[in-house]
């Protein structure tokens, strides 16, 4: 079954750096597009962007460009998102999802990895 | 600001039926049919629960159904059940130059 799990919890001051990990299983890991999105405290849901774990290529949201930085270990299935420059406004639980079985949805998701910013 | 508009919040008594409507523009729900939407319940990960306007996952209930009518997609969910409680989130593909995908603010589903 595809399980998608991610790495614990980080605290982190403002300023730093992030890197979250997300490993694949169940699925052929190169053949389906890997998202990234986050959830502040109280709030709705926020795409940040997109890796094909097969070329590495990317998109992410505007909003995103410059801290952002999606990246993939195909020999591991794992695909990592670093985020830099943080501030408190940063401050949420990340997920990847994998449209596995739908083209362009978000079918399996990880857990969430929450990431807390704070001085 | 999200770019998908929810109610903030919905309810309905078990057995009833209750819908959830998620308004958009040409550029996004309008414009393709990828529109899905997600169940999440505290503390944990979204769940999806249509897909591609109109379609159930396996394994989702027959009571949850999707539609699209130009800029505004819907989902509704008959049969009401205490579980269904739950915030309730949209989501489409959007040609826009700033982002890919666009979730709407969230509705919450209260059962009363």
């Known amino acids: 079954q595809v399980q998608l799990v991610q790495s614990g919890a980080e605290v982190k001051k403002p300023g730093a750096s992030v890197k979250v990990s997300c490993k694949a299983s169940?699925?052929?890991?190169?053949?389906?597009?890997m998202h990234w999105v986050r959830q502040a405290p109280g709030q709705g849901l926020e795409w940040m962007g997109i890796?094909?774990?097969?070329?590495?290529?990317?998109s992410y949201a505007q909003k995103f460009q410059g801290r952002v930085t999606m990246t993939r270990d195909t020999s591991t299935s794992t695909v990592y998102m670093e985020l830099s420059s943080l501030r408190s406004e940063d401050t949420a639980v990340y997920y990847c999802?994998?449209?596995?079985?739908?083209?362009?949805?978000?079918?399996?998701w990880g857990q969430g990895t929450l990431v807390t910013v704070s001085s | 600001q999200s770019a998908l508009t929810q109610p903030a919040s919905v309810s309905g008594s078990p057995g009833q039926s209750i819908t959830i409507s998620c308004t958009g523009t040409?550029?996004?729900?309008?414009?393709?049919?990828?529109v899905s939407w997600y169940q999440q319940h505290p503390g944990k990960a979204p769940k999806l629960m249509i897909y591609d306007v109109s379609n159930r996952p396996s394994g989702v209930s027959n009571r949850f159904s999707g539609s699209k009518s130009g800029n505004t997609a819907s989902l509704t969910i008959s049969g009401l059940q205490a579980e269904d409680e739950a915030d309730y989130y949209c989501?489409?593909?959007?040609?826009?130059?700033?982002?890919?995908?666009?979730f709407g603010g969230g509705t919450k589903l209260t059962v009363l």
């Open positions: 169940g699925y052929t890991f190169t053949s389906y597009y």
């Open positions: 999802a994998s449209s596995v079985d739908t083209a362009m949805d978000f079918d399996y």
């Open positions: 040409s550029s996004d729900v309008g414009g393709y049919k990828y």
């Open positions: 989501s489409s593909y959007t040609s826009s130059s700033t982002r890919n995908w666009v």
């Open positions: 890796i094909n774990p097969s070329g590495g290529s990317t």
